[in-house]
């Protein structure tokens, strides 16, 4: 199963990576001055995008 795992930078901010059934990193999120700003994003993520389309605009 998919999960979204929440770390701290060299700089003391807050990021989050999503990581695929196998392990590798296929999102990187930007730093949070606070862990529930980091929280806030992933919870709006899994809100917002389950269903997500891909709009392909090349």
Do not use: H, W
Not at 5 to 25: M, R, T
Not at 28 to 45: F, G, L
Not at 46 to 52: G, I, L, S, T
């Amino acid at each position: 199963m998919a999960r979204f795992e929440i770390k701290k930078s060299s700089n003391d901010q807050y990021y989050f990576v999503l990581k695929a059934n196998n392990g590798q990193v296929i999102l990187q999120s930007e730093t949070y001055t606070s862990k529930q700003n980091c929280n806030n994003c992933i919870k709006s993520i899994k809100e917002n995008a389950p269903d997500a389309e891909v709009a392909d605009l090349t």
